[in-house]
């Protein structure tokens, strides 16, 4: 096999997500033949290299494994948290093979959760060039009006930086209305400081579709593995969000 990037490596032994993967190598917890590498760009072969994380023996996954997850509320979305809180990883139960998070729920939201030890697929859902759109249902403590509706849609400031375009739907209509919410990218804690902005604050959060990925009947807490045909949707969906990324780049220019 031909040497590859460090961070390349770390994702597909199911380590870590790529970005995961870069800080583990500057924090110098990435040894390569018993040399610590801490330089980003620093390549190996796994094959012909003993590459360590944390002291660890990397190996190449033998199987690989793609779950969705109803990842519950007050839980989470990492594989350790050094204050002791429940993660995601603790209701995987029967499952052998490493896998990790791809993306991130925060801590009182729920919802769909995709947990997988393939790192280019991984990549493929979380990268900027081919981001999924998410679709999520939120209840929220008041209704927008129309105007501040329209300008959801187009992108609101958030710390400092303009939102990407969102979509936006009213799909029940109340006191505490829920809405429809569907993003293109993946800021941190981004709906409900977007909605924050127009004074109106989040209740509850539960994300329903990872691109032609669906939560369907999961309850909080289950899982499933996904059927080879939702693996196969998922990467073509991130080819065509490719497709169009770099369409809408190429015409800027």
Same mark, same amino acid.
């Given at each position: 096999?031909?040497?590859?990037?460090?961070?390349?490596?770390?994702?597909?032994?199911?380590?870590?997500?790529?970005?995961?993967?870069? #800080?583990?190598?500057?924090?110098?917890?990435?040894?390569?033949?018993?040399?610590?590498?801490?330089?980003?760009?620093?390549?190996?072969?796994?094959?012909?290299?003993?590459?360590?994380?944390?002291?660890?023996?990397?190996?190449?996954?033998?199987?690989?494994?793609?779950?969705?997850?109803?990842?519950?509320? *007050?839980?989470?979305?990492?594989?350790?948290?050094?204050?002791?809180?429940? %993660?995601?990883?603790?209701? $995987?139960?029967?499952?052998?093979?490493?896998?990790?998070?791809?993306?991130?729920?925060?801590?009182?939201?729920?919802?769909?959760?995709?947990? %997988? *030890?393939?790192?280019?697929?991984?990549?493929?859902?979380?990268?900027?060039?081919?981001? $999924?759109?998410?679709?999520?249902?939120?209840?929220? *403590?008041?209704?927008?009006?129309?105007?501040?509706?329209?300008?959801?849609?187009?992108?609101?400031?958030?710390?400092?930086?303009?939102?990407?375009?969102?979509?936006?739907?009213?799909?029940?209509?109340?006191? *505490?209305?829920?809405?429809?919410?569907?993003?293109?990218?993946?800021?941190?804690?981004?709906?409900?400081?977007?909605?924050?902005?127009?004074?109106?604050?989040?209740?509850?959060?539960?994300?329903?579709?990872?691109?032609?990925?669906? $939560?369907?009947?999961?309850?909080?807490?289950?899982?499933?593995?996904?059927?080879?045909?939702?693996?196969?949707?998922?990467?073509?969906?991130? #080819?065509?969000?490719?497709?169009?990324?770099?369409?809408?780049?190429?015409?800027?220019?």
């Amino acid at each position: 096999m031909a040497e590859e990037r460090l961070q390349k490596i770390l994702s597909r032994a199911g380590a870590a997500s790529r970005r995961k993967a870069e #800080q583990m190598i500057l924090e110098g917890r990435v040894a390569v033949n018993g040399a610590v590498v801490t330089e980003m760009g620093s390549k190996a072969d796994l094959e012909r290299d003993h590459v360590r994380v944390d002291g660890k023996l990397l190996h190449a996954p033998k199987r690989l494994v793609y779950i969705a997850l109803h990842k519950p509320n *007050n839980c989470v979305t990492t594989v350790a948290d050094p204050q002791g809180r429940g %993660t995601v990883m603790d209701l $995987l139960h029967g499952v052998k093979e490493r896998v990790y998070p791809v993306g991130r729920l925060d801590y009182h939201s729920e919802g769909l959760l995709l947990l %997988t *030890n393939d790192g280019d697929l991984a990549n493929g859902v979380t990268s900027a060039a081919s981001h $999924l759109p998410k679709t999520y249902l939120v209840k929220v *403590n008041g209704a927008l009006t129309a105007e501040q509706e329209q300008a959801f849609r187009g992108g609101v400031p958030v710390e400092g930086r303009r939102t990407a375009p969102a979509g936006l739907k009213l799909v029940r209509s109340a006191e *505490n209305p829920w809405y429809e919410v569907r993003l293109f990218e993946g800021r941190k804690n981004q709906i409900r400081m977007m909605f924050k902005h127009f004074g109106r604050l989040v209740e509850k959060l539960k994300r329903v579709k990872i691109g032609p990925l669906d $939560l369907g009947p999961l309850r909080p807490g289950e899982f499933r593995h996904l059927t080879p045909s939702e693996v196969v949707q998922l990467r073509k969906a991130i #080819q065509r969000r490719k497709e169009v990324v770099l369409g809408a780049s190429a015409s800027r220019r």
